[in-house]
């Protein structure tokens, strides 16, 4: 299987992504955010990082580089697109998924390990997951989920939400919630489940050594679904 | 031309930066602050000398750019 992880100037977990892809099997290529085409692939991924400083708003500059135009194209064509944090500010951003990512409630960046409740299993990402709640970890100012009550009715009425901040049980709370997202939203779909969004980093929990193996779970069936 | 442009956050969005700010002038001891919302100002200088034109690229960029229309309004204020 064939993966793409694109760079934009301020990437930072364009490399970490390239590992983890690696590790469980893909052919991974790494692109430049100024290209204009993609090379064949079966997954593309947006890495976390601070595209372009976070100027104006997150993602909003990365959202309209050369590359994004082709990475809609292939979403827009069935493609498997995954944005991680900053790559999921690039998402809302190009408006491939709905909604927006809000500084977070309380005014702090946040870096620490959560529990997500994976709530969807009608896609190529969780399909066939054993592990309904997964430790990942988070990292971001500016994560704190938000749409319009109009926008919430559809993403609910269509299943699009991907997972919810937990507890270790499962348990979705104002006291599991990080960062303020509506609902608990940590993760959401485009309406086709074929472009997710999520602001937890998968690729930080490959290693059970240095940080868990939740990431590898989640990776090893990401591949075997979309062999 | 110039032209210029506030971003503003729609009333029923969080501006948890607003927010402080309020507090911190409350602090000060300005009592009679019923509100404070943080937005972004833009003066752009374009190539275009009729005014409703330049307005009208700015409110374009507005739209595909400088304002987020989920959770943002933009308001053209001023043209020189």
């Given at each position: 299987?064939?993966?793409s992880v694109i760079t934009f100037p301020g990437s930072n977990c364009d490399r970490d992504m390239d590992v983890a892809l690696s590790k469980f099997g893909f052919k991974n290529k790494m692109v430049w955010h100024n290209d204009q085409?993609?090379?064949?692939?079966?997954?593309?991924?947006?890495?976390?990082?601070?595209?372009?400083?976070?100027?104006?708003r997150c993602g909003s500059m990365a959202s309209k580089s050369k590359i994004m135009h082709s990475v809609i194209n292939f979403?827009?064509?069935?493609?498997?697109?995954?944005?991680?944090?900053?790559?999921?500010?690039?998402?809302?951003?190009?408006?491939?998924?709905?909604?927006?990512?809000?500084?977070?409630?309380?005014?702090?960046?946040?870096?620490?390990?959560?529990?997500?409740?994976?709530?969807?299993?009608?896609n190529s990402f969780f399909k066939n997951l054993d592990k309904k709640v997964l430790e990942f970890h988070i990292a971001h100012n500016e994560g704190n989920y938000f749409c319009t009550s109009d926008q919430l009715k559809e993403i609910e009425d269509n299943n699009q939400i991907a997972i919810y901040y937990c507890d270790k049980n499962g348990n979705t709370n104002d006291q599991t919630n990080p960062n303020g997202s509506i609902k608990n939203i940590a993760g959401i779909f485009n309406k086709e489940k074929n472009v997710l969004g999520m602001m937890p980093h998968p690729?930080?929990?490959?290693?059970?050594?240095?940080?868990?193996?939740?990431?590898?779970?989640?990776?090893?069936?990401?591949?075997?679904?979309i062999k | 031309m110039k032209v210029s442009a506030v971003i503003t956050l729609k009333k029923d969005v969080l501006d948890p930066q607003g927010k402080v700010i309020h507090e911190t002038l409350d602090g000060m001891g300005f009592n009679s602050v019923n509100e404070v919302r943080q937005g972004k100002y833009f003066e752009i200088d374009v190539k275009e000398n009729d005014p409703k034109k330049a307005k009208d690229l700015v409110e374009s960029m507005c739209k595909k750019l400088l304002a987020n229309l989920v959770i943002e309004n933009y308001k053209i204020i001023e043209t020189q």
């Open positions: 299987m064939k993966s085409e993609l090379p064949k692939s079966d997954l593309i991924v947006l890495p976390g990082g601070f595209s372009y400083g976070d100027y104006l979403a827009k064509s069935g493609g498997l697109v995954m944005g991680i944090c900053n790559g999921f500010q690039i998402l809302v951003e190009s408006g491939l998924v709905p909604g927006v990512l809000l500084r977070n409630k309380y005014l702090q960046f946040i870096c620490k390990n959560v529990h997500v409740k994976v709530d969807n299993e009608e690729e930080r929990m490959i290693d059970e050594s240095l940080s868990g193996e939740d990431g590898s779970i989640f990776f090893k069936n990401l591949l075997n679904n | -």
